[in-house]
Each structure stands twice: as structure tokens, then as C-alpha cells.
């Protein structure tokens, strides 16, 4: 087991992100290092005030366990490099059930869906047809690891939309017992 939280673990074709200082977006990188795309995340709240330290700490540390989430109720943009068309992922609906809360994005005139079929799975689509699933191996932020099977010959921008995906979506949602615990904590 390492240390190091899944979402910055570099995906099994080599692909990561890295979120930017101000924690408002995160960059897709290529196996070779170069940016391929950025998108914008649900920023970190600060706090002020009396115990506006603490309160910093543990969101930071919270952030650097768990990873970026993406916006929450509307589609994020994501900046392609080269800039050449427009494109943007989203998490799905905001309340639901799990299974309801299919991701979506749209990049280079493709459609692609992140379907969640399970407590730890999930299903990559592209225009309708499956070309990847997901398996999360392991319990919590930092333990286990992604597995992921191709179903199909897959390219550069599929490779970007799985690394999103993988690292921003994360297959298989908590349950709703989860999120109210997670609420509540």
C-alpha cells in the first residue's frame, strides 16, 4: 500500500492530474508531461476568523486525501490544448441516487457517459457504445487502486476523457448512507 492518494496516482497508460495552487482547477497530463487539457473544479473553501486555521488545515488535508471534485449543478469547462473546440464534463444530477448520477462529457464533438454500476464500478461509454469499466480495489481515498479494462481500441481523446473520468468522477459513488455520514462528519 502507498501513501500516495489515488487521484494523484497516475493512471495505468500513464496519464495524471495536478491541481493548480489556488486549487480551482485541475490539468490533465499526458504520459509524456505535456497539458493536454484543464478543467475547473469545486474550489476549497477558506475560512476567516477564530479558528479559521484549524478549519483551513483539515479542508486542505480533506483535499489532498479525497482529490478534486468537480463543480457541483453545472457542466465544467474543460480547456483543450490546442485550443480547438469547445468541450465540458459533468458530474451528473446534484441529488439522486447513485445509479442516477451519471457523468457526461462532450469533447471533440463526442459524447461520453461515466455510469456507475455499482458500490465500486462504473461503465466509460462513448456515443452509446462501452469502451472502458471500472473496478476501485480497496477501501478509502489512499488505498487500493483503479483497475481499468478496454473494451475498445482507444485514442488520445478517449485517454484524456477516461483520466477525468477516473480522477475526478471516481467509479463506483458512496451510497446515501455514506453521504450523510460524510455530511455530517
Known amino acids: 500500500m502507498t501513501d500516495i492518494p489515488l487521484w494523484r496516482r497516475p493512471t495505468r497508460t500513464g496519464w495524471r492530474v495536478e491541481a493548480d495552487e489556488a486549487r480551482t ?8 508531461g505535456r497539458v493536454r487539457a484543464s478543467v ?6 477558506h475560512f476567516t476568523g477564530w479558528f479559521a486555521k484549524r478549519q483551513n488545515a483539515v479542508m486542505s488535508r480533506a483535499f489532498e486525501e479525497n482529490g478534486p471534485s468537480l463543480l457541483a449543478r453545472e457542466p465544467a469547462g474543460i480547456t ?8 465540458f464534463v459533468s458530474d451528473g444530477t446534484v441529488n439522486g441516487r ?5 457523468g457526461r462529457a462532450l469533447v471533440r464533438g463526442r459524447h461520453y457517459a461515466f455510469l456507475h454500476t455499482g458500490g465500486k ?12 469499466s471500472f473496478v476501485k480495489h480497496g477501501f478509502g ?9 478496454d473494451h475498445r481500441s482507444l485514442d488520445e481523446t478517449d485517454e484524456l476523457v477516461l483520466t477525468i473520468f ?14 450523510i455520514l460524510t455530511d455530517l462528519a
Open 166 to 179: 477516473e480522477k475526478l468522477l471516481r467509479p463506483g459513488r458512496p451510497g446515501a448512507v455514506s453521504e
Open 80 to 87: 483543450l490544448d490546442p485550443h480547438d473546440q469547445q468541450a
Open 121 to 132: 464500478t462504473a461503465d466509460a461509454m462513448r456515443d452509446g457504445a462501452r469502451i472502458a
Open 98 to 102: 447513485r445509479r442516477e448520477k451519471a
Open 141 to 149: 481515498p489512499q488505498a487500493g487502486h483503479v483497475s481499468r479494462d
Open 40 to 45: 475547473a473544479i469545486e474550489p476549497v473553501q
Open 25 to 32: 482547477r485541475v490539468d490533465v497530463i499526458d504520459p509524456a
